[in-house]
């Protein structure tokens, strides 16, 4: 005789608490919105020390690269001219006129920028009018790696081609003769090249092609505004 099959009913669901889900999100809401505001507020906060320090870095940049600079004239360019800032002037494209205690020009600060290994890099190299050619170079901002990629800043080979980098123009001062190139280490034979960094050829690289492009389009401008350039106007100090 078979036994009767025992029938039992399907446990019941569990119910959700949906009141639970929508107080965890409010919360998180919440907190996120407070982030933001913290963030918001602390960046306001230390904006004006953070500008400070960037103009008293590019300052102290500008001295560096122009050897013999006491004096600076801030100029922008107006049409294909070259113009004094006023006090409290900003303008998208700066230059940097150095003058010595004789009140002679030696030299103009020139900022540019371009992508390195890691992120953008931004450099200022002097420009030296009487030689014709490059002077100084400083790093103002670099992320790149330390070790290797830094040593743009710190290896003294590499900084060695910046006090006499050559930048001829053709007679109309139209263009660049010789472009600068990036040659393998210790294998620099022409005056306008520049030694690679062993280890470091990206980041290196990365600054003869700031140079390539920005002496293309600044060396022409600026010696065709030398008689400009050198009366000055402003007093930056």
């Known amino acids: ?44 906060s230390t904006y004006a020390a953070i500008a400070a ?12 690269v ?12 107006d049409g294909d001219k070259l113009r004094p800032l006023a006090a409290g002037e900003q303008a998208p494209v700066e230059y940097y006129a150095g003058y010595d205690n004789q009140q002679r020009l030696t030299g103009i600060a020139v900022p540019t920028a371009g992508q390195g290994f890691q992120d953008v890099l931004k450099i200022l190299y002097g420009y030296a009018p009487a030689c014709h050619c490059i002077v100084g170079m400083k790093v103002l901002e670099s992320r790149e790696t330390p070790g290797l990629g830094d ?24 263009t660049v003769v010789n472009p600068i190139v990036l040659v393998k280490p210790r294998q620099k034979t022409n005056p306008w090249e520049i030694d ?3 280890g470091a050829t990206i ?9 390539t492009k920005s002496t293309a389009v600044a060396i022409p ?3 065709k505004n030398l008689t400009i350039l050198e009366q000055g106007t402003n007093d930056d100090g």
Request: proline share 6%; hydrophobic share 45%.
């Open 221 to 223: 401008l600026l010696e």
């Open 151 to 174: 040593k743009i800043e710190t290896d003294p080979t590499f900084r060695a081609n910046f006090e006499a980098l050559q930048i001829e123009l053709t007679a109309d001062n139209n």
């Open 66 to 77: 122009l050897p013999d600079t006491t004096k600076k004239v801030t100029f922008t360019v």
């Open 1 to 44: 005789m078979t036994e009767p099959v025992s029938r039992t009913s399907p446990p019941a669901p569990i119910a959700q608490d949906n009141t639970t889900g929508l107080s965890m999100i409010m919360t998180m809401g919440v907190l996120g919105l407070l982030c933001a505001i913290l963030i918001v507020l602390a960046y306001r």
């Open 196 to 198: 690679a960094i062993s």
């Open 53 to 64: 320090n960037k103009a008293r870095y590019l300052e102290q940049a500008i001295f560096e």
């Open 203 to 211: 980041s290196s690289r990365a600054i003869a092609d700031m140079l």
